[in-house]
């Protein structure tokens, strides 16, 4: 019985043990036999799945008009070429089944992306799958995007004769100093600031004395003199409003000698020589002039004046390093002084504008130009400054929307004497954003003029320099002459009719005052568009990115939308052009390079298409700045 038990055990024992094994081992014997049979049809799987990627390639080269619509589809010999048709394909004996499976592409902001977005009518999503059931079932598949690229090229717009069969709205196309092209806004003047001429006209001043002190408005300028006694205090010089203007001495003001002059439509301030009469007030309404007010700073103040500004009805004077600011809610009588500050040095310059008036100095090692809060006349502080590079600070200009500063120093040879500063932020240390080399010139004043210039005058190399200062970084000379007695101020004016003209006063004894004529000039409209003409080479491709360069200054800017149409007709004469920005709505705008957005359901916009035009808005909030449109480069595929 003992026997027998074990016998039952040992048998029991193999049967659990065949029943593991045996599974195995019956497996291993079934995937021996079809292994070579599955390696087969894996290797023909692969070769399928190679060719069918070539295929696609084949057929997009051929015209990516021949890429179908979204589905599944197989290839098939269509001459020596290859096509597509509808459905999975079953190839015979292998029982192979191959699918080309194609599927739209989305992308947002350039990249592709799942959901959302917008589609791109130049990229496909192809999904290559080869699937067989026997001798076990598999798929073998591979993923990528086809997008087009026969005749990847671009078309560009940069010279003045590209740019000239666009269409201009209050913007204007000129020739660069390069002879390249560039898209501005409109402004009149008949000159150009950049090729001064010789001067239009010249006027000789009364008597013998040196002019140092020049100021305009609209038909009007006014000019004083000093460091003799043998000129008039002031010359007011009245400006005809023609083509080749002239001028003519209108008044003289007499008694003093003048360090600067500030004119008004009735009245002109002199900053004097006199201790005891530092600002003089002259009547100008009538013949003849004369004096009926002025400004003495409080007791103790005996230095002459050197700078006048008037803002509404306060008057602002620099008298060696102060300051002051005095009533003028009247002319007449002596005017009382509202408050006073010391500078860190000589104030030889002020200029005010929306609450804070701008100070050049000299004879500080510290700062070169202060920023004083004039906001309450009585109670003024300084707030800012700039040091720019320890020379004696001359002049000042300051932009229209108050957010820079042009200042010029005295000439030195290692330094730099033209400075742009940074106002945006009035407070603390101010940033030097660029600076230029008068190359020889000692800088005597300097004005902004429209167009993004900036002239500088002085003494000795070239006298008066027409700066570029679009690119603020560098500032390039782009033009000049030479009048070899010196010049010792500069005054610009801007005309309604939109005329300009920069005033220079010189030390020419027979002809102190001469007109040049700049351009473009008068203020800057403050908008406008330009539309291109179409650009089309004579069948439909995909318009793929928008490239443009262009400049901004402050308180500028440039925006574009972009239009893609079919033929009507065969020709884009008639194309129903609607402009659009990158999101593909009429009221949104590109503002920077980028891709094109994508639109082909038949309807308006279409891309890809046959035609094409873009439009580019111009505008500034400064009359002397405008946004420049330098080039735009179109790149598209068929």
Known sequence: MHNKGQSLIEILIVIALMSILLPAIIAGFYVSREAKPQQQQRMRAAELLKESQEIIRIIRENGWSNIPANGTFHPVRSGNSWTLLEGAEVII?????????????????????????????????????????QPISSVVESQFYLSRYLENDTHTQTTQAEFDTGIPFSTDVITTEDDDGEVTLGAGGAGSWCIPSVPVFELDLPK??????VTAIEEEAYVGTGENASGVSLANIVITNDDDPSASIYGTFDGYKTNDVFGEADYFYVATHRPNREVVIVRI?????????????????????????????????????????????????ARS???????????????????????????????????????????????GSANVDGQNAIDLAINDTSTRIYLVT?????????????????????????????????????????????ITVGIGGEEYQVININNEANPLRCGG????????????????????????????????????????????????????ADFEIGYTIAFNRFIPTVIEPEGTSINFQIAVADAVSGSCADADYVFTGPDGQTD???????????????????????????????????????????????????
């Open 208 to 213: 013998q004395g040196v002019a140092n002190a």
């Open 410 to 454: 005295g000439s030195s040879t290692s330094n730099r004497e033209l400075f742009i500063i940074d106002i945006s932020d009035k407070n603390g240390a101010r940033p030097v954003l660029g600076s230029y080399d008068t190359n020889g010139m000692d800088p005597r004043g300097t004005t902004l003029v429209p167009g993004n210039r900036l």
């Open 93 to 133: 004996p292998t029982e192979i089944t191959r699918e080309i499976i194609i599927s739209d592409v989305n992308r947002l902001n350039g990249q592709i992306v799942t959901s959302g977005g917008t589609l791109d009518p130049s990229t496909k999503a192809i999904n290559i799958r080869i699937s067989w059931i």
């Open 588 to 638: 949104s705008f590109y503002e920077a390079t980028g891709p094109i957005t994508f639109d082909d359901d038949g309807i308006g916009y279409e891309n890809p298409g046959r035609c094409m035009r873009y439009r580019a808005y111009l505008f500034t909030n400064n009359s002397n700045s405008s946004p420049i449109l330098e080039k735009v480069i179109i790149n598209y595929s068929r």
């Open 481 to 532: 002459i030479e009048v070899n007695n010196g010049i010792n101020g500069v005054a610009s004016v801007l005309e309604g009719d939109g005329d300009a003209y920069s005033y220079i006063i010189t030390g020419d004894g027979n002809a102190e005052f001469k007109i040049i004529a700049g351009g473009p000039g008068g203020n800057f409209a403050t908008n406008g568009t330009y539309e291109s």
């Open 337 to 383: 002084t509202y408050d006073s500050i010391t500078l860190a040095g000589i104030g030889e310059s002020v200029v005010v504008k929306d609450g804070y008036a701008y100070v050049a100095i000299s004879g500080s090692t510290s700062y070169e130009m202060q920023i004083v809060n004039v906001a309450n006349p009585s109670d003024i502080s300084i707030v």
């Open 285 to 333: 309404s009538s013949l003849p002039f004369a004096e009926i007010g002025y400004y003495n700073p409080p007791p103790g103040i005996e230095d002459a004046a050197k700078s006048i500004y008037v803002d509404g009805t306060v008057g602002y004077v620099t008298v060696n390093n102060q300051l002051f600011t005095f009533n003028l809610t009247s002319k007449i009588g």
